[in-house]
């Protein structure tokens, strides 16, 4: 058996470890931060509904086939799909992980910093008796700066390399627990203030009153792109978790409790900011920084709001932090599995290459913001090739191979190991897998690209 595996692996030791840590994954950036930021963009409410669409339809099938490749490849998903599928090229599904783990972290590492910046922020009682404008001047210097953000970036880049070097089970199940919590509570809170504000009739019907003549077919691919990028899938975040999962756990009960979860995070920050955005005369498509220029105002409100944006800009770091951990470990057990990299140098390989990837974008929103391709700077392009293309196309070849390849046996065997799995259930999966998640992405990519049209 050794020789099968010559990596000593982990294992998660409870069940609450792999919902936590898949959870952790999960939520993150793309919860409170991104969420809300192209909900802005793309028009509200119809943006929402699309959206929650792809993730029932799409995104719950794909953590599904993500978990059962997974704990039946027992590795990086590079190895899981050649071991699954020997001299076949569907390794390669894996190798484009790996560059997507790369282009995200790379942003997802600015955006972390800033939520650094704005601890420190924060502690400084910097948001007190600041109107809208001024807080909005307040992060607009900040982030067009050269020198700050990339320090910021890089400190949350160093933690997140050392935690990946500390271990999959110490590093990240302790941090999961306790602390995601919390942040729920907080965001709780904040909602309870942002409803009793003027502006939030008019923010939650922004949020939910679906007006379709505000969707264009870039909204659609962006909602797709961004329920692969919310769940982590695509690129074999969860492949890699599921390689952890020893065989006891229930598969689809921890699929639908992370994609609940997850979903349920991204509502309450929506339902905090939008009233907000409206009360304070935001512009709801402000772009990256619409939570950075919002949330402070409701901070400045509620009593106790120093403690409370301390916190929360804490833990929306910390948030940060289990999902950038899970992104990094997809490139370093490939580094480490497949080519044979030690792992503590495959860690620091592949953080300073990142690193340096993530200064260029910290720079594409300042002194860089001329350099653009397809009109779009560095920070967007490298956001848009990774949500909006390789991990919609990562989850269809996931999907097709789960559903094609793998097929009903195989699949029901690997979730009857420590689960129930009824024929309804695993005929809808398998529908779900083998045709309407693959032609739908197909769609809706080509269509967005400009492709194809209706
Ligand atoms: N899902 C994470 C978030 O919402 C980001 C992420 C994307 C993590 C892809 C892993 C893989 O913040």
Request: aromatic share 14%.
């Amino acid at each position: 058996m050794e020789k099968l595996n010559p990596t000593k692996r982990d294992n998660f030791g409870s069940k609450l470890g792999v919902v936590a840590a898949a959870a952790g994954s999960a939520i993150g950036l793309g919860n409170i931060w991104k969420f809300p930021y192209i909900t802005g963009v793309y028009g509200g409410g119809a943006f929402l509904f699309v959206y929650l669409g792809f993730i029932l339809a799409i995104g719950l099938p794909i953590m599904l086939s993500e978990f059962v490749i997974g704990r039946k490849g027992g590795r990086n998903p590079f190895g899981a799909f050649k071991k699954l599928a020997p001299n076949t090229p569907w390794k390669y599904v894996g190798l484009m992980g790996v560059a997507a783990a790369f282009m995200i972290l790379s942003f997802y590492g600015v955006i972390a910093g800033w939520s650094i910046e704005y601890v420190i922020k924060s502690l400084g009682n910097q948001f007190h008796e600041k109107s809208p404008a001024e807080l909005n001047t307040l992060f607009s210097t900040f982030q067009e700066s050269t020198i700050t953000p990339v320090l910021f970036q890089l400190l949350f880049m160093v933690a997140t390399g050392a935690i990946v070097m500390i271990g999959i089970k110490k590093g990240i199940e302790k941090f999961s627990k306790i602390l995601m919590p919390v942040l729920v509570l907080i965001i709780i809170i904040l909602d309870v203030k942002a409803l009793s504000l003027d502006g939030a009739a008019e923010g939650l019907r922004f949020l939910f009153y679906p007006d379709f003549s505000k969707l264009t077919s870039e909204g659609v691919l962006s909602a797709l792109g961004h329920a692969f990028f919310t769940l982590s899938l695509g690129m074999g975040t969860i492949i890699t978790y599921g390689s952890y999962i020893n065989k006891k756990n229930n598969l689809i009960h921890t699929a639908i409790q992370v994609t609940v979860a997850d979903t349920v995070i991204a509502l309450l920050a929506g339902i905090a900011i939008f009233p907000a955005v409206f009360a304070f005369g935001i512009e709801e498509a402000s772009g990256p920084g619409l939570v950075f220029i919002t949330l402070p105002n409701v901070f400045e409100l509620m009593p106790g709001g120093y403690f409370f944006s301390i916190l929360f800009f804490v833990l929306l770091t910390i948030a940060a932090l289990t999902s950038s951990i899970s992104i990094l470990e997809v490139a370093v057990s490939y580094f480490s599995e497949e080519l044979k990299i030690k792992r503590r140098n495959a860690t620091i390989l592949a953080t300073v290459l990142i690193s340096f990837l993530g200064i260029l974008c910290s720079l594409s929103m300042g002194i860089m913001k001329d350099v653009t391709f397809f009109d779009l700077n560095f920070f967007d392009l490298l956001d848009w090739i990774s949500a909006n293309m390789l991990l919609p196309l990562g989850g269809m070849f996931i999907a097709l191979f789960t559903g094609w390849y793998l097929g009903r046996k195989k699949i029901k065997d690997e979730i009857l190991h420590g689960g129930y799995i009824s024929k309804f259930f695993l005929n809808g999966f398998l529908f779900l897998v083998k045709i309407l998640a693959p032609v739908a992405i197909a769609v809706v990519f080509l269509h967005g690209i400009g492709l194809i049209s209706f």
